[in-house]
């Protein structure tokens, strides 16, 4: 009986979450059965958002991109088109298809194509290089590749191996036997004949400590667990605009993008990401939400306050982030320019969203990653699994229903009574916010005192004449490990190697004070904006 109250309330719940952000409002019953028909075709997936947009508005803006505007109605139909045509290929129907694609209209129809018709479907870095992408693809079996032009030499190199791949170019303007543009003209109209599958959407890992791991994603009623999440925390709102300038194929951005269509948001975005064309974008399409990686924040407060100023930023509810850590300092900066819209997340591919911290936990701790997100409880663990008070660090465990399905490898996370690891390190304060440290692999081990870099880079930051720092362990003969910084300065910075020394010493014990510091003119990011710690590790050994 108490199970049943439970389900009960959690179904009202999501019922009323869903109402109170418009999902479910007033309309004619006949464009719900509509919608109800088209999703149930789309076999509930991932994607199935975007048939239901179709129906719901679709003479409303669905995608604004480079090329222009494409209604709900329109981008559906070209997706139709593009889905009959992956089945009508001389190969026949792909089994799993690797993309490769920035963010624009190409991308996203390739995507819900091949999950339309029961394809798999690999999201692909675009910061990949051959060797890398070769280990994927030919680890998830991929036997179709749709990429923009310019990872041509990328893509062949990856396969190699694989001379009857598929090859299809998204943006081009070159010439190619197959492009996207071309396979939805020659299929103008058609609809793909449903084939019963239903594909597996297959994230990477971000890869930084090695090969990237391939994720299933089921969607399903994990989706709607992580969309709850969300929309209990986040102010988005139902068929309203969103800039997504997130790079799409990662986690984080392929989530905005999802959420977007299961609310018919206009989805504004552009391939490559620039600062001022970022605030353009938002005034100029009076967009209510905003979906970045940490970094793009960074940059953004980085333009000359005349160019900054130029945009107001008014029309904005919220400003989400993800994929990595987040300067306090541009937090505080960008919330006193633009107002409190900023929405810190913090998820995993492998579970989903964990934590968010809100505008009003960044205002009491920029630094937080905020607290447990609806469905979910975190614990933090000591090696032998005991249960930490507020304030301690360990090991950061997540309980939730948005769980991925394992990875393609068939090898899992760590877990303990259902609880699984994210694989970083942090802790609790006594207000319940989660604070992370760093990773559990990048601890560093100096003369025995265990040492987080993540602690001496705030350190760093926190000088007024260094912009960004990065700090790593590399080998000492005397030490076990020593640690070695790296540091982008402020423009006409006359700080030195040594002034740098003496302020993390000043702050910090003598242990956690880098043997080395060196000055570049930018850290080594990923295209999520990660820092790139192998390159710097290559600095190191030389």
């Known amino acids: 009986m108490a199970s049943l109250i439970d389900k009960a309330r959690n179904v009202f719940g999501v019922i009323t979450t869903l109402a109170r952000a418009g999902m479910i409002a007033p309309m004619r019953p006949d464009r719900y059965v509509k919608m109800a028909a088209a999703m149930r075709r789309e076999g509930m997936g991932m994607t199935v958002g975007f048939a239901g947009a179709a129906q719901r508005c679709p003479d409303r803006p669905g995608l604004i991109d480079e090329l222009g505007t494409l209604t709900w109605r329109q981008l559906d139909e070209r997706i139709n088109a593009l889905a009959a045509a992956l089945q009508d290929l001389p190969s026949g129907q792909p089994k799993v298809v690797g993309i490769m694609c920035r963010n624009h209209r190409g991308f996203v129809e390739a995507v819900v194509a091949a999950n339309r018709i029961g394809s798999d479907v690999v999201l692909l870095n675009t910061s990949f290089a051959g060797p890398a992408m070769a280990d994927v693809v030919n680890r998830e079996g991929v036997d179709a590749a749709i990429y923009d032009e310019e990872f041509t030499a990328t893509v ?78 986040t102010p988005w709102r139902a068929e309203e605009t969103i800039v997504i300038v997130a790079p799409m194929f990662h986690a984080w951005g392929f989530s905005q993008l999802i959420f977007a269509a299961s ?49 107001s930023g008014r029309s904005l509810r919220f400003a989400a982030a993800s994929g990595s850590r987040m300067r306090p300092d541009v937090v505080t900066a960008f919330m006193d320019q633009f107002g409190d819209v900023i929405y810190n997340n913090y998820n995993a591919t492998e579970a989903g969203m964990i934590a968010t911290a809100t505008p009003a936990d960044l205002r009491a701790a920029p630094d937080t990653a905020g607290r447990p997100a609806g469905g979910t409880e975190i614990r933090i663990l000591d090696p032998e699994f005991n249960e930490l008070p507020a304030g301690e660090v360990g090991g950061i465990y997540a309980h939730n229903d948005t769980q991925f399905d394992g990875y393609t490898s068939g090898t899992t996370k760590d877990f303990h009574a259902g609880f699984m690891s994210s694989g970083d390190v942090g802790y609790l304060d006594e207000a319940g916010r989660l604070f992370v440290v760093g990773r559990d692999d990048e601890m560093i081990v100096s003369g025995g005192e265990n040492v987080y870099p993540i602690e001496v880079e705030k350190t760093l930051a926190a000088h007024n004449e260094v912009a960004e720092a990065a700090v790593i362990g590399v080998d000492d003969e005397q030490y076990g490990q020593r640690l070695a910084a790296f540091v982008v300065l402020e423009p006409g910075s006359s700080a030195t190697v040594d002034t740098l020394k003496q302020h993390v010493r000043d702050n910090l014990a003598n242990y956690k004070v880098p043997r080395e510091i060196s000055v570049l003119d930018e850290l080594p990011r990923g295209s999520t904006g990660k820092i790139l710690r192998a390159e710097l590790q290559a600095k190191v050994n030389g």
């Open 156 to 233: 062949d190199r990856a396969l190699a191996d694989k001379p009857d791949a598929t090859r299809i170019a998204a943006w081009t303007e070159g010439q190619h036997e197959l492009t996207v543009e071309k396979l939805i003209n020659d299929h103008a109209g058609q609809q793909p004949a449903r084939t019963g599958r239903k594909g597996k959407m297959i994230l990477l890992t971000s890869g930084t400590t090695g090969s990237p791991k391939g994720a299933n994603q089921s969607g399903g009623s994990a989706g709607i667990g992580t969309l709850k999440a969300i929309l209990d925390r």
């Open 263 to 311: 609310m018919a948001c206009t989805v504004v975005t552009r391939r490559k990401f620039d600062p001022e064309a970022t605030l353009d974008l938002v005034d100029r399409h009076q967009a209510t939400g905003l979906a970045v990686v940490p970094v793009m924040f960074d940059r953004i407060m980085d333009l000359p306050g005349e160019i900054r100023n130029r945009y």
